[in-house]
């Protein structure tokens, strides 16, 4: 049995290639007979356009593993299907991401947007991409749901790691210390920003209540998760210590 959480560097045990095929399945269900609803969490498109968003994405990245890509200006692009086909496009597409994700070892070098550019940083960064778009459709449709508390804790950390060493323009300074707690995986980390605005974090000690920060936000790991992605905002959540803090550090990384 393969050894994920090692081999991927994972912060929990879970299987990445499952679950990027689960989400994205239970997306495509989601959307079944509401392709024109709107998408609340992604403004200005349809539950179709987030279909075909996350089809393309996987084309894209499926591509670059399975050709072991360097240079992605040589992925041929996606073309939009039909409506009718969008959704068996999906769910075919998904099929095809996961065998190129599976045939690749980790260390594998691929072209990523990221500093880590190898094969095991796009299985890791595809569980998120797929759980937070199913969580989109999931929203437009009127499902409740919520993200897996493994895969979400890892991607937590996977998101403070890849998606937040610099402040996005026009940002306001965090102007303090936040601790964000996965209350249902025990796990947590302390951000924060330097004088130049980078950011800082560090996963915390083994007693969370412990620390001390100017603001601690609590949550299941998913709604820690569809925080930093502006899902969820800070006065959702059960947030001690100056609220402020946790709203600016939610709004200096972009979720494009």
Do not use: N
């Amino acid at each position: 049995m393969i050894d994920h959480r090692s081999a991927y560097g994972l912060v929990t045990d879970f299987d990445p290639f499952r679950r990027i095929e689960a989400d994205t399945l239970a997306l495509a269900d989601a959307a079944e007979g509401h392709l024109t609803a709107a998408v609340p969490s992604c403004p200005g498109w349809s539950v179709a356009d987030l279909v075909w968003h996350l089809l393309e994405v996987q084309h894209f990245w499926g591509e670059i593993v399975a050709g072991r890509v360097q240079d992605p200006a040589t992925v041929p692009e996606a073309v939009r299907p039909a409506e009718a086909r969008l959704i068996p496009e999906l769910r075919t597409g998904v099929a095809r991401l996961v065998t190129s994700l599976r045939g690749a070892e980790p260390a594998e070098a691929v072209y990523s947007w990221a500093a880590r550019r190898d094969a095991g940083f796009v299985v890791r960064h595809q569980v998120q991409e797929a759980a937070v778009h199913r969580w989109d459709a999931d929203h437009a449709t009127g499902r409740e749901s919520s993200l897996d508390a493994a895969a979400a804790t890892d991607a937590v950390e996977e998101f403070l790691e890849v998606s937040t060493p610099f402040r996005a323009e026009g940002a306001a300074a965090v102007g303090g210390s936040l601790e964000l707690v996965a209350v249902d995986t025990g796990i947590g980390w302390v951000v924060g920003e330097d004088e130049h605005g980078s950011a800082r974090w560090e996963r915390l000690a083994a007693d969370p209540a412990a620390q001390e920060a100017d603001a601690v936000l609590r949550a299941s790991a998913s709604d820690l998760l569809l925080y930093l992605y502006r899902r969820r905002s800070a006065g959702d959540l059960q947030v001690t210590g100056d609220m402020k803090v946790a709203e600016r550090f939610a709004l200096r990384t972009g979720t494009d």
